[in-house]
């Protein structure tokens, strides 16, 4: 099989690689988080920057192995990053207090990993859109946490 890309097209498969082995815990700038499931390929794409006329996104530590440089790992990469853990933070945030407000509500023994009965989806929504409106106007400023419990 072959496959060809524009030098636009394989900057753009290069921040693919980079976000999506952030997403299962690789770090840019700690190869030994690099996930095992994941490596050779990611060094496989990396190896064919030079020949897709990419060769100053990517470059070689002393052992040969390949990494991508600040400037593709800064700029629209890191962007798309930032929105995603944002994104990802709020909406864990809202729904596991909402989840949690609603189990005290009801009475609900279930632990936090059951799902709630269909019953109480509603009611759900209500305490998440809740949420998202004290989070949309203040952040985190509001929220405290109780140690020990709940007073």
Not at 16 to 24: A, E, P, Q, R
Not at 51 to 57: E, N, R, T
Not at 106 to 118: D, F, K, V, W
Not at 135 to 150: I, K, N, P, S, T
Request: with cysteine; glycine share 10%; hydrophobic share 40%.
């Amino acid at each position: 099989m072959k496959a060809s890309f524009t030098p636009k097209e394989y900057t753009r498969l290069l921040e693919l690689v980079h976000l999506g082995l952030w997403v299962t815990g690789a770090r840019p700038d700690d190869l030994a988080t690099m996930p095992e499931r994941y490596g050779d390929l990611a060094q496989k794409v990396f190896a064919l920057a030079e020949p897709f006329g990419c060769a100053d996104l990517v470059e070689a530590d002393v052992n040969g192995e390949y990494f991508l440089n600040e400037k593709l790992t800064g700029g629209v990469a890191q962007e798309k990053l930032d929105a995603f853990v944002e994104d990802v933070f709020w909406g864990e945030l809202a729904g596991r207090l909402a989840a949690r407000d609603l189990r005290a509500e009801i009475g609900a023994e279930a632990s936090e990993a059951e799902e709630l009965a269909p019953e109480h989806e509603e009611k759900l929504s209500e305490h998440e859109d809740s949420y998202w409106r004290e989070f949309e106007a203040h952040g985190v400023d509001h929220l405290v946490v109780l140690r020990g419990g709940q007073g």
